[in-house]
């Protein structure tokens, strides 16, 4: 008999596909051009009939959208633009209706300059309690005019901004997005309570942002990189915060995903332990270049790091701060750099989007859980944003150097023939659309067989069917040199061509599902992938 897969289970997580929703970009229900939670109240069905057991939301709460939602400046209250508590609360029950848990994002490391705490803080001048809640410091230099430390912040440019009575204060990303002070117990005390809040509401699991980053080293000591020891990435004191958050989430059953890119496998696993957070992003997947061996590794490696703590492995190949797949995959390097990120670095869509229906076939049969970054079910390539438009932060900060993530981050076509696309009932959608994107509209793709939202439907509906997949244990074939194959329980193989010449495919396997044609011979070509049940 077939086995349950377990995202029926409470052990959902363990193999769930979730969908990253960008509210800003995903559905607009009111007709300002800004995507909202009315929006994607409308279009649960279309999720549903993707067959996703989860939607991660991007922030949603109030926000300057500074940097997109993640400078937050009330937990407790959703941006009118999005909408309003009461409709997330409907928004959640909805799609529990459907089969569709929630997933919210958390930004521990900081707040929006806005934040009450960081505008008390201002207020209250040097030396106040109010100031404690964040990293207040003198400057250095005869009359304080030089940033108290040498750090570079995580986009391009200083991690310290001056204000009026003197002091500096930290911020790792923007100025807008002050870093809070983890070692002040009012700061752990707010964000249970932040937690605790979501979780009543009933959201199945929280996505924790930059989750190495948000403890200090007690004195913000100057570094050298390589040389010293970071002074804010991995510090041991996060473990006992992810502790007891573990705690708090237990008492709902919710459940977490750490954003922690971390080289080091061992402390990577680190915050998988039992009794810490349920999963983290495997991002060295979504970085590796399309090659059969550094797959492998990657892959090998991954299992590898899990497997000690006993947590499932996480799958993902884009989201919202990342060129879109279908773009990276068409480049001759498909290393994932932010350098080559570059618009004009040459790029072939008709090979990115070969590669992207293999890698989905790829990503989806593998052990664990897998998300999926909204419009990555229909094959969006980046959208190339006019300077005028650009919105993202990075760009600004990086003197123009980085195009930013805007790219990846365009609303979504739904209907091929309808005013933008189908985003919203009218208005200029906050980042222009391609003219070329009715292509990719749901309504056209839904026509289509070949579509890769038809690939993506029937893949995860098969993903769910079929015993097999989703967490469990998979097995290396012997495979041609370029060609990825590999068994899971019941019978399921991937086999995953690479190399530029077509490979044999097993004999005497059933053909479930492949990412485009069998050549005439049965074998199959470059750059394609198929799942077969032996
Ligand atoms: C988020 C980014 C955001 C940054 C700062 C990240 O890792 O995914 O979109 O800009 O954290 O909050």
Redesign the pocket.
């Given at each position: 008999m077939a086995a349950v897969p377990s995202s029926r289970t409470a052990d959902w997580w363990r193999d769930a596909a979730i969908y990253q929703v960008y509210p800003r970009s995903f559905a607009d229900g009111d007709g300002d051009g800004t995507g909202d939670l009315a929006g994607v109240r409308t279009r649960l069905p279309y999720l549903a009939e993707l067959g996703v057991d989860a939607v991660w939301f991007?922030p949603w709460y109030l926000s300057p959208l500074v940097?997109?939602g993640?400078?937050v400046a009330d937990y407790r209250t959703i941006d009118p633009a999005f909408g309003t508590l009461e409709e997330a609360e409907k928004l959640i029950s909805e799609a529990a209706d459907l089969g569709i848990r929630v997933i919210i994002d958390i930004?521990p490391?900081?707040v929006s300059d806005q934040h009450a705490w960081f505008q008390a803080a201002l207020a209250a001048g040097p030396g106040s309690p109010e100031r404690e809640l964040f990293h207040f410091r003198p400057g250095r230099g005869e009359h304080g005019e030089l940033p108290p430390n040498d750090w570079p912040s995580?986009?391009a440019g200083t991690t310290w901004t001056r204000v009026p009575d003197g002091e500096w204060y930290l911020h790792?990303?923007t100025p807008e997005?002050p870093d809070l002070n983890w070692a002040h117990p009012a700061v752990r005390r707010e964000h249970e309570d932040v937690l605790r809040f979501w979780f009543e509401r009933g959201v199945a699991g929280v996505r924790i942002?930059?989750a190495a980053l948000p403890a200090k080293h007690p004195q913000l000591p100057d570094f050298v990189e390589g040389v010293d020891p970071h002074p804010y990435i991995d510090q041991d004191e996060l473990h006992d915060i992810y502790r007891s958050w573990r705690a708090l989430a237990d008492e709902y059953g919710g459940v977490f995903v750490g954003?922690v890119w971390l080289p080091d496998a061992e402390r990577f696993a680190r915050y998988l332990r039992p009794d810490e957070l349920h999963t983290a992003f495997n991002f060295n997947f979504l970085a590796c270049p399309w090659d059969a061996g550094r797959l492998r590794r990657t892959i090998d490696d991954t299992l590898a790091e899990h497997a000690p703590v006993g947590a499932p492995a996480t799958w993902v190949l884009c989201?919202?701060?990342v060129t879109r797949t279908v773009t990276r995959y068409g480049r001759a390097d498909t290393a994932f750099d932010f350098a080559t990120k570059a618009f004009g670095t040459p790029t072939d869509p008709a090979l990115g989007t070969r590669r992207a229906r293999a890698a989905a076939l790829l990503t989806l049969a593998l052990p664990g859980s897998v998300y999926l970054y909204q419009g990555e079910e229909l094959g969006l390539p980046e959208a190339e944003i006019p300077l005028t438009r650009i919105q993202d932060?990075?760009h600004f900060r990086s003197g123009g150097i980085d195009p930013g993530?805007d790219g990846c981050r365009v609303p979504l076509p739904w209907t091929a023939d309808a005013p933008a696309y189908g985003f919203g009932p009218a208005g200029e959608p906050w980042l222009p659309q391609p003219d070329d994107w009715a292509r990719y509209a749901v309504d056209r793709q839904s026509a289509r067989p070949d579509s890769m939202l038809s690939l993506y439907r029937t893949a995860l509906r098969l993903r769910r069917s079929v015993a097999g997949f989703g967490d469990g244990p998979m097995s290396w074939l012997p495979a041609a040199d370029g060609v990825l194959a590999f068994t899971r329980p019941h019978g399921l193989i991937c086999v995953v061509n690479l190399a530029d010449r077509p490979a044999e495919l097993p004999a005497h396997g059933q053909l479930l599902l492949s990412s485009g044609p069998l050549d005439a011979d049965g074998r199959l070509p470059s750059d394609t992938a198929v799942w077969l049940r032996a």
């Open positions: 991007t940097d997109g993640y400078d930004v490391n900081h995580q986009f790792l990303f997005q942002d930059s954003e989201n919202h701060d932060p990075m993530r």
